[in-house]
């Protein structure tokens, strides 16, 4: 064989790229003919007109490793890209370039502004596809779905049009959540609540009849005008004679009357509650039950409407606030006000705050659905990882309400409902239509409202898999088995995909749904851009590679924990890579004139069968950790395996071998360190697949691409427990050894002397003698004897280990007077500290006040002074 060159630094620019390239011309990404069950994911499409920020980094780097693992398993294999066309969103980004070109939306009409989104999103969409590509995503792009693309809309449809007919879809004339800014309706899930500061206006109401008046309070007083009664709680004996008398309401003078309902709390403020139906949802429930107008006092655009007095129509809600209240004030209505904290609802899009508007608007009945999608949870037929978010799925589902799903927008699905002008009956329809199903009148209108988003969204396990058509696709590889996203959207998506499945597919989409951390900066605050302490993605691909990235990400992902980082973090996955680079580059370049041969384990090392028990159990661990979604333990297995086992042990331990003028020991050796090298890029690829790749493919003993080789699997013929532990005792009398001639700063290339003293009956007793001149090697030991005996052990100092003794002979490496004095001061120092932080454990009043983790840091000190002061003092003993 040839030597190999790889790069003396590893240089991720150089082969990430076109191993990518490599990959999409090899078709690598598509699942593969199989006798074994598929393995699919749908990736939650991100909005096309965003960018991948760390929270994508993170979920899209967990599911390539989950789909390249199971790809490697032999698995048919699929990750299924798309994008959202995340309307709201899409649209005002498109309204916000279109003002800044000095273009208003409203001139240039639907049809022309729907052309300019269309453009938006084919610009942003490549921008994230290709952002995906530079991280390793191996979704299979010849799948790619929009969700406004062709089929998916015929899918939107099928569901909109089946849910009407069977009376789940409906359309009400219903107090909704207004964004006056987005200028349409929202959900409730889309409403973000959070405390703020604000004022308590207490106002008087007179009776009409001028015999006095009434106290009422509220934060909004803009929303008197329209107020259509005032409420007491009918047990409340301080008003049962004034129920249904009549208040005269000020600035509107429009007489109210005063009813009883229970709703009413006796205990908060005066127990009497000004009643706006059309302004808040509890006001809507009491106006139904007492027959109460509705007032309307908004137009769609937040400024007050024709129903308010002349004066304040057209004003927006703060400038009319400030002008009711002067007017109170004139009038004499006003009583005073205070600070006052409450919540308040605001656009999780733009941040407006959320005005309750009454309008017609399409909901969908969720109460049938939600009972079945809690079934199958409590079925077990899904399983949350963590477990707790459970939770978070069956309380939002077991207080559900119907779903507001018309949106005033141009961009998304078009409500398929059709108006008649001439008989005032409509259509919902497949396919668009062009005279009334009714009276056959060409006099007709399409709704102009779009679908919610997630409308689309919810069928997205099936509907881009050929849903309402019964595909191949759909067959094969519906349900899907894993979800990998964020607690933010269980209720936005999770919980209604699960629904939707349930309705038109008769069972749930995924079973096992692992919920992602949120990635945090180093201080623990959320990212955003607003506090500017985003960290992009691409920026971290661009100074340390997609593999440190990614590899860095998987290894803090712990189950249920946010991940903290900074830019510095991502050190840790390139030193890793660097490891793997500089490993095989130092095998590949000693391959010159060796000879390439298959593998014979019999015969084998106590090393190499060592390293083989270690593959075989790693691989056993890694296989473990996916089986239940912990990222960090599998990522921590294969980093341990590689990083200890194969490098600074086996690769060590294999030199003389490797530099043996005894060819045939050569030989055998290079080989088997080619076979190591090359079960340990398959054991990594998952985690790191363009180094792998890179050096897989370099292996003078590896045919086609790593990301299609099979996955190291636990191998019970290659377990050998007795050889492994002692290897592993060996192991232990090194670090100590090499830990003595640290603690003694004895140089690292100042030879030592050493002993081993063996107990009788030892089992690593021949281990031991076998591996003495590699033990002597790793501590660079001048000479080193392993016995059950010592004749003399003067002038050395012990290191303990199970069934052995080392003994180290420090007098021949060190000044002992020198070594002797710096000792006995670091004791000094150290008793002193003993001394204070036990004075403050003895303190009574320490102990009361301080936290748990303040007594438990202190604690810790005491039992590390202990320890260290007991090891100096047996340091001294042994140099006396």
């Known amino acids: ?70 790809r490697m398993t032999g698995r048919p294999t699929l990750w299924l890209p798309g994008t959202d066309h995340a309307g709201i969103a899409t649209q005002n980004v498109v309204d916000r370039m279109l003002r800044q070109r000095g273009i208003d939306r409203l001139e240039l009409g639907r049809e022309a502004f729907v052309e300019e989104t269309w453009k938006v999103k084919d610009s942003h969409q490549k921008t994230i596809i290709n952002q995906l590509k530079k991280i390793g995503s191996s979704c299979d792009w010849s799948r790619e779905r929009f969700t406004l693309d062709e089929g998916l809309s015929r899918a939107v449809r099928e569901v909109f049009v089946s849910l009407y007919e069977k009376g789940l879809v409906y359309r009400s004339n219903y107090l909704v959540n207004w964004c006056v800014s987005c200028g349409t309706a929202l959900s409730d899930d889309e409403v973000e609540h959070r405390e703020i500061s604000g004022r308590l206006y207490r106002i008087r109401y007179p009776f009409a009849d001028g015999s006095g008046c009434i106290e009422i309070a509220t934060t909004r007083p803009e929303t008197m005008l329209g107020d259509t009664a005032v409420a007491v709680n009918p047990e409340d004996e301080r008003y049962a004679d004034l129920i249904g008398r009549t208040l005269m309401l000020p600035l509107a003078e429009r007489e109210i009357p005063i009813v009883a309902d ?92 959320i005005e309750p508007y009454l309008s017609d608007q399409w909901f969908v009945s969720m109460e049938s659905m939600a009972q079945k999608a809690l079934k199958a949870w409590e079925d077990g037929k899904i399983k949350f990882y963590p477990k707790r978010w459970e939770n978070t799925y069956t309380h939002w589902l077991k207080h559900i309400r119907d779903w507001c799903i018309s949106r005033q927008l141009w961009w998304g699905h078009r409500i398929p409902v059709w108006y008649c002008r001439s008989c005032g009956e409509i259509t919902v329809s497949r396919v668009d239509v062009s005279v009334c199903a009714s009276c056959s009148s060409e006099d007709i209108r399409q709704d102009d409202d779009v679908l919610d988003t997630w409308f689309s969204s919810w069928l997205w396990p099936f509907s881009t898999l050929g849903w309402p058509d019964d595909t191949e696709d759909l067959k094969q590889f519906f349900p899907t088995n894993t979800l990998v996203t964020g607690y933010d959207i269980i209720f936005f998506w999770v919980a209604r995909m699960i629904m939707a499945s349930l309705e038109f597919m008769g069972e749930v989409p995924f079973r096992d749904i692992y919920i992602t951390g949120l990635v945090r900066d180093i201080e ?56 793997i680079w500089n490993a095989a580059r130092f095998i590949l370049m000693n391959l010159e004139g060796a000879e390439l041969l298959d593998v014979d384990r019999s015969r084998f090392t106590a090393m190499d069968r060592w390293i083989f028990h270690r593959l075989s159990e790693a691989a056993g661990q890694t296989a473990a950790a996916f089986s239940s979604f912990r990222f960090n333990d599998a990522s921590q297995t294969v980093y341990e395996f590689f990083w200890n086992d194969v490098c600074d042990w086996y690769i060590e331990a294999s030199k003389p071998s490797l530099y043996s003028s005894d060819a045939d020991e050569r030989n055998r050796c290079v080989s088997v360190l080619l076979e190591v090298l090359k079960q340990s890029m398959s054991l990594l690829h998952p985690f790191v697949p363009f180094i792998t790749e890179e050096i897989y493919q370099k292996l003078p003993n590896t045919e086609g691409l790593v990301i299609e080789a099979p996955y190291p699997v636990y191998r019970k013929e290659d377990i050998d427990a007795a050889n492994a532990d002692a290897a592993s005792r060996m192991q ?11 603690e003694f700063t004895i140089p690292p290339e100042k030879k030592i002397k050493a002993v081993i003293r063996t107990e009788p009956g030892f089992p690593a007793a021949a281990f031991f003698q076998q591996h003495r001149s590699l033990i002597a090697s790793f501590v660079n030991a001048e ?13 050395s100092v012990p290191v303990s280990g199970i069934g052995y003794e080392a003994l180290v002979y420090v007098r021949d490496s060190i000044d002992v007077e020198k070594e002797t004095a710096k000792l006995k001061k670091e004791q000094k120092q150290l008793s002193s500290q003993l001394k204070s932080v036990q004075g403050k454990l003895s303190n009574d009043a320490f102990l009361s006040r301080a936290p748990a983790s303040v007594i438990e840091k202190e604690q810790g000190k005491q039992q590390e002074f202990e320890e260290r002061l007991e090891k100096i003092s047996r340091y001294l003993s042994d140099l006396a």
């Not at 040839?2 to 790229?17: H, M």
């Not at 390239?21 to 007109?49: L, R």
């Not at 960290?535 to 440190?548: K, R, T």
């Not at 232990?732 to 640290?742: D, K, M, Q, Y």
């Open 524 to 579: 623990g605050k959320k990212m955003s851009k607003s506090a500017g302490n985003g960290i992009d993605p691409l920026e971290v691909v661009d100074i340390y590679g997609a593999d440190a990235m990614r590899f860095t990400l998987s290894f803090m992902a712990a189950q249920g924990q946010d991940i903290l980082i900074n830019m510095d973090s991502f050190k840790m996955g390139s030193r890793f890579c660097n490891k």
């Open 262 to 353: 229970s709703y009413v709390s006796m205990e908060f403020g005066t127990g009497m509650v000004k009643i706006t139906p059309a302004h808040d949802p509890n006001d809507w429930e009491i106006g139904k039950r007492h027959s109460l107008e509705e007032v309307n006092i908004l137009n769609p655009d937040g400024t007050l409407s024709e129903a308010v007095p002349y004066k304040y129509r057209g004003m927006k809600a703060l400038q009319a606030r400030k002008a009711v209240v002067e007017d109170l004030i004139s009038g004499g209505f006003f009583i005073g006000e205070s600070d006052h904290q409450h919540q308040v609802g605001h656009c999780y899009r733009c941040d407006t705050v």
């Open 732 to 742: 232990e009398a090194v670090r100590g050894i090499r830990t003595l001639r640290s």
């Open 783 to 795: 000479s080193l004897e392993i016995a059950e005996h010592i004749d003399d052990a003067a002038g």
């Open 1 to 70: 064989m040839k030597r190999v060159e790889l790069s003396k630094a590893y240089n991720p620019k150089e082969f990430e790229g076109p191993i990518y390239s490599q990959w999409e011309s090899a078709s690598a990404f598509g699942p593969k003919h199989s006798d074994k069950d598929p393995y699919v994911i749908v990736i939650p499409p991100p909005n096309v007109t965003g960018v991948l920020h760390m929270g994508h980094g993170l979920n899209n780097s967990l599911q390539d490793v989950l789909i390249r693992y199971e």
